[in-house]
């Protein structure tokens, strides 16, 4: 598919990965406190639990259970494509403990509650030949 | 809270009012509350400005609707708890002894924010690029599945609100003929199950509260009841695993659990204490999870209480009488202050059509963006 093989940068810096090769899930980039081992997302610099001013960079996910879910009979501000004029949003934990709110691929229909995710990039828009992507989450049974 | 009144109130009509200014309609706003005070703008010695969309300095101009006089002008800003937190800064004024008269205006054009925040955030990350319906969707969904709710108990709670909403002059949405659960649930889907009318409008709007030392108002307006805020809390989160750190809107539940009992507290009042609340019901998902969260009805009942009409004008305990967020409106700064002229109005016996009977004492709750929780009580006295 034409979409996957130009070069793929993040909507915005600093909150997930983009691994150069487009089968590898991508990653959500957060903090782990030094002193409680608490995780959040996205990273941070004083622990919002303990107050330790030392926490760790680490990478989150892919995979997280949805905890909750909606879907939007909306645009998806920002995007250039027809397939966004709805979207889904799900709130996804993840296994060490953040709860994310992140947009959802496919129809209302593929989601229950408790069911497993997988992370995934989405092109948003082309700019200077790079696609534009967002992170998103799908079922692990529709990859 | 000590020796704190609400003296006067006033409101311009929530709507859309596309040629009028902040000023135009703060300043309507303001004259009217100083009238129903008795006051004249000379008396006020400070004011407090709520807005969230106007552009810096709007308070102190828009202050000057209203004359030259010097006074002190502060803004405050709380986003959907902007009146409230401006209202709860001015009865602090009052009760520490360092005014006697305060006036809090709030104003706002969500219409105009609609308009810029689609030009200028970055549109593509997270909350901005997901409409805050969104969110509050969620909350339903997840009690969907817990609860076993259904969509026809949000679909009551809206009908409820705009068939209060109609009785109201100030409210926004004045629905010709009664509201029935079925045309709730046929309106435009907005974020399921949320349709167009569980969730508020955007709209442009006034209000302004007059507090001071409550001997003012017996003295002005011998006969009138005085209404005492007699408790405010406002608190911010506390970390819970599963904390939502981008998008949040909808804040955790706790915030207004912990924030109740401690108006409660502060007031040597309980929920079964309360004639009439308002709560900040942008979406009816809300509404229904305040029931249980302010402590109206305990965990779990919340839909029983919805199907009995618990928490309709005659039932147990009155909600949203003016229409709540989903029919007066919520321009954003007003918004907390309209809830202050309902419960004054409701508890002075002026509400008209939609007086609750009796009513002596009243609760208002605000959150604001999420991450802040407002409420305070009034009482009678």
Redesign the interface.
């Known amino acids: 598919m034409a979409e996957a093989s130009r070069p793929r940068v993040p909507?915005?810096e600093g909150?997930f990965t983009v691994p150069s090769d487009p089968a590898t899930p991508p990653r959500l980039l957060g903090s782990r406190c030094d002193d409680c081992g608490?995780h959040?997302?996205?990273r941070?610099a004083v622990c919002?639990?303990c107050l330790s001013r030392r926490t760790t960079d680490v990478e989150l996910g892919p995979r997280g259970t949805l905890?909750?879910?909606?879907?939007?009979?909306?645009p998806?501000?920002?995007?250039m494509r027809v397939e966004h004029v709805g979207y889904g949003?799900?709130?996804v934990?993840l296994p060490e403990?953040?709860?994310?709110?992140?947009?959802l691929a496919g129809k209302?229909e593929d989601y229950r509650?408790g069911m497993t995710l997988e992370a995934e990039l989405e092109p948003?828009r082309e700019e200077n030949g790079r696609d534009?992507v967002?992170i998103r989450f799908r079922p692990v049974e529709a990859r | 809270m000590k020796d704190v009144a609400v003296l006067g109130v006033g409101m311009h009509r929530f709507g859309m009012w596309p040629d009028k200014s902040n000023g135009d309609m703060g300043r309507e706003a303001g004259l009217a509350a100083l009238d129903d005070a008795g006051l004249s703008f000379r008396d006020v010695q400070a004011a407090y400005v709520g807005y969230i969309f106007a552009p810096v300095m709007s308070a102190a101009r828009t202050m000057k609707e209203f004359g030259l006089t010097g006074l002190p002008v502060q803004h405050v800003e709380n986003a959907s708890a902007t009146g409230s937190a401006a209202f709860r800064e001015a009865c602090f004024a009052v009760a520490s002894g360092r005014h006697d008269v305060v006036m809090v205006l709030g104003f706002d054009k969500m219409t105009a924010m609609i308009q810029s925040s689609?030009q200028n955030t970055?549109?593509?990350?997270?909350?901005?690029?997901?409409?805050p319906?969104?969110?509050f969707?969620?909350?339903?969904?997840?009690r969907m599945?817990e609860r076993g709710t259904k969509p026809e108990h949000l679909a009551a709670i809206a009908a409820k609100n705009f068939n209060n909403g109609a009785l109201n002059p100030m409210s926004q949405r004045q629905a010709s003929e009664t509201v029935t659960v079925e045309k709730v649930l046929a309106s435009?889907?907005?974020?399921?199950?949320?349709t167009a009318m569980m969730s508020c409008p955007i709209g442009d709007g006034a209000a302004c509260a007059i507090v001071g030392r409550p001997e003012i108002a017996r003295r002005l307006l011998p006969g009138r009841p005085v209404v005492k805020v007699v408790a405010s809390a406002l608190q911010t989160e506390r970390?819970e695993?599963?904390?939502?750190?981008?998008?949040p809107v909808v804040g955790p539940a706790r915030m207004s659990v912990d924030t109740s009992r401690a108006v409660y507290e502060e007031a040597g009042l309980g929920p079964e204490d309360m004639d009439l609340v308002q709560v900040h019901d942008a979406f009816a998902i809300e509404e229904l999870e305040y029931y249980e969260l302010l402590g109206l009805c305990r965990g779990g009942e919340a839909e029983a209480c919805i199907e009995r009409g618990d928490f309709a004008r005659g039932g147990r305990v009155a909600v949203s009488t003016d229409g709540g967020l989903i029919a007066r409106g919520h321009p954003g700064g007003p918004t907390g202050l309209a809830q202050i002229w309902e419960t004054t109005l409701q508890l002075r016996g002026e509400a008209g059509k939609r007086q609750v009977d009796g009513a002596r004492v009243g609760m208002c709750h605000m959150m604001g963006g999420g991450s802040v929780c407002a409420i305070h009580i009034l009482a009678r006295d």
């Open positions: 909507v915005k909150y608490e959040f997302f996205p941070r919002a639990k905890y909750s879910y909606t879907f939007v009979h909306f998806l501000f920002g995007s949003v799900g709130q934990d403990g953040p709860r994310v709110q992140l947009p209302q509650v948003l534009v967002i | 689609a970055d549109p593509a990350w997270l909350e901005d690029s997901i409409l319906a969104g969110f969707a969620m909350w339903a969904t997840r599945h435009r889907m907005v974020a399921w199950p949320l970390y695993r599963g904390h939502l750190f981008i998008g």
